[in-house]
Each structure stands twice: as C-alpha cells, then as structure tokens.
C-alpha cells in the first residue's frame, strides 16, 4: 500500500509517496534522492542515518517514512547555504574528521543539534553527544576537534 506525504525537507515543502512499511532513510534517499542519509546498520546503532525531525535528532531507519506527514525533516543537505558550507563542514574538512564518509552526516547532524542547545559544550558534552554515532575509520579525536572549533566560530558569529 501506498501512502503520500507532505513534509517540509530542509525548508521545501515536499511530496512523495512511499509503501506503509518503508522506512524514512529508504523514503528520502531512494524517493526524495537526499543520498546524504546513508544506512550504515538499519537498526538505529550507528547513527549514520541520522536526520532531524522536528528539531529531534533520531535515526531515519528506525522512523516510517509516513511518519513524515506534516512534520519538518532536515537532513545533511540542509545545512549549506548553496555552495556555503555550514561551519561544521568546514571545520570536518579542515581537521581531516572524515575519511569514508558514511558516518559523517550523521555526525555532522548530532553535531548542529548539540551546538543549537549547547553552543559551548565541554569535550565530555561533545563526546556525550555524538555517541549515537560510530565511526570505523578516523577514530573520534579529529571529529571532536572539529566540534569543539566550529563552537569557537558559531559562538563568535552569535556576537555579532
């Protein structure tokens, strides 16, 4: 059975119809085309598929795509503005917090929901935070790092 959504995704409204028992991750990589929502485990370990909904950080292969209707959905591909990074992005890419790329937009989001309600975390907040996410090739130290200095940026922004 078939069931249409309408969703906001990051700031569009969006339409899309997906079966009654697929998963938001399938709905919105496979119907949506948002290949930044990657499926690293399927069942909700590692963090790889995490999205915002509502402003809650929740794993997307554990949510039903029809779940979405009505609701707002902000992935990965949302943090940029145009060709912009987000400052998060930046500061992965500057402290090389990254190599295979699967769990980064799950970090990335975990991330962006810790410094919206913590915009100055201690390590210890930072490593709290991102715990729902595993990463098998860089280790966490670099992915830290980045947090910590795009909270130094963020928070200077803030100032202004």
Known sequence: ????????????????????????????????????????????????????????LVCSCLVLG??????????????????????LQTKFLEHAALQCGICTPGFLIAAQTLLEKNPSPTETEIRYALAGNLCRCTGYDKIVRAVQDAAVVMKKGRKK
């Open 1 to 56: 059975m078939s069931v249409l959504v309408n969703s906001t995704i990051n700031g569009d409204n969006v339409s899309f119809s997906c079966d009654a028992d697929e998963t938001l991750m399938d709905a919105l990589r496979n119907r949506v085309g948002l290949k930044g929502v990657k499926e690293g485990c399927g069942t909700g370990d590692c963090g790889a598929c995490s999205i915002r909904l509502d402003g809650a």
């Open 66 to 87: 029809a779940e979405a209707e009505g609701r707002t959905v902000e992935t990965v591909e949302g943090m940029s503005n145009g060709a912009e990074l987000h400052v």
